[in-house]
Every structure is written in structure tokens, then in C-alpha cells.
């Protein structure tokens, strides 16, 4: 079996999830029995300083908003750039982190990226498997920009560049004109 870690899953409209309408999950951890992700396109209506408010007596200054990481209950995580506050590293650069202390100390140095999560996305083993073979999930490998990136339009991004995936290679013997007004 292939892991799928550090891959995203773009959910494609066959998915009959709505959980997972027009999301993107970055693959945390995937393995024989089940697999963990992040959906990285929702954030929510609270933020980091108020969710830090009521969790902790140390004074937290992000606006940023905490995003719903998935429809599974589960401890607050992040994904951050604090390789001394890194439990497992995801991609080159992007370290993920459930601790507490941790947490603390991520969100109190501004000079490193991060992204608050409140709940998961989780799968059964074979569970997600089935849903890929299925086409309820579209795979695009992840990179910096889509975890950091702008969440409002990262599913049509990510879905533009898995279709160009595909066309790209069927065009390359075609010949185009040079001016497309001669089509």
C-alpha cells in the first residue's frame, strides 16, 4: 500500500460526503489501518486569539481564524513552520503539531507560519481507498503554498491544476495555432 501523506484530496462532485463539499484535505498520516487529514479550506467564524482566550492564561495576539479541520471531534492541531515545535513533518517545511505546549509556543512567535485546526478528517482503514477508486477524491500532491495559501479559492485552483494534469499530456501532439481566434 501506497501512503498518501502529504498529499492533498480534492473532493470531486461525486463525493457524497457534504462534509467534504469542494474541500481540500491534506493527508497527514496514512497507513494499513486508516488515514488523518486536515481540511484546509474552511476556516471559521473564531480565531486564534479567541479560541486562546478560553483555552490558556498566556496572551495570544493572531486574528487569524482557527479552520474546521474535519467533521471528527479531536484536540486542537496545527500546521506550522516551527521545526523546534514539530511533532511530525508533513512536507519539506510544514510540521504538524497537537500538544499543548507546543501549541502555546506556536502561536506566540509571529515569525513562523501556522494554521490553527479544530477537529479532523479521519478514515478507516480501507475506508479512504474506496472512496478514491470510487472518484469521490481527486489526488494532487501538496505543496507550501496550498497549505498556506488562500483558502477562498483553493478548491477551484486545485481542481484547475488536476485537470490540466490531465489534458496537458493529450495536447502536447496536437498542434495548435499560434493566434486562437483561427480555431
Known amino acids: ?22 474541500s481540500v484535505v491534506l493527508i497527514i498520516h496514512h497507513d494499513e489501518h ?10 471559521a467564524d473564531s480565531t486564534v486569539r479567541e479560541v486562546w482566550e478560553s483555552l490558556s492564561d498566556d496572551p495570544c495576539d493572531s486574528d487569524e481564524p482557527v479552520h ?10 496545527a500546521l506550522h513552520t516551527n521545526e523546534e515545535c514539530a511533532e511530525s513533518e508533513v512536507l519539506p517545511g510544514v510540521f504538524f503539531a497537537t500538544h499543548r505546549d507546543r501549541l502555546n509556543r506556536i502561536v506566540q512567535e509571529p515569525e513562523f507560519l501556522f494554521r490553527i485546526y479544530n477537529g479532523y478528517s479521519g478514515w478507516a482503514s480501507g475506508q479512504l481507498e474506496s472512496e478514491l477508486k470510487f472518484g469521490g477524491w481527486m489526488l494532487l500532491p501538496a505543496s507550501f503554498d496550498y497549505v498556506f495559501g488562500d483558502t477562498d479559492r483553493m478548491w477551484q485552483k486545485a481542481a484547475q491544476e488536476i485537470g490540466e494534469q490531465i489534458i496537458s499530456p493529450l495536447l502536447n501532439d496536437v498542434p495548435l495555432p499560434e493566434d486562437p481566434a483561427c480555431n
Open 1 to 22: 500500500m501506497r501512503s498518501l501523506a502529504g498529499q492533498l484530496l480534492v473532493a470531486s462532485p461525486r463525493l457524497p460526503d457534504e462534509n467534504f463539499s469542494r
Open 68 to 77: 474546521i479541520g474535519g467533521p471528527v471531534s479531536g484536540p486542537l492541531m
Open 34 to 43: 486508516g488515514a488523518l487529514g486536515v481540511v484546509l479550506n474552511r476556516p
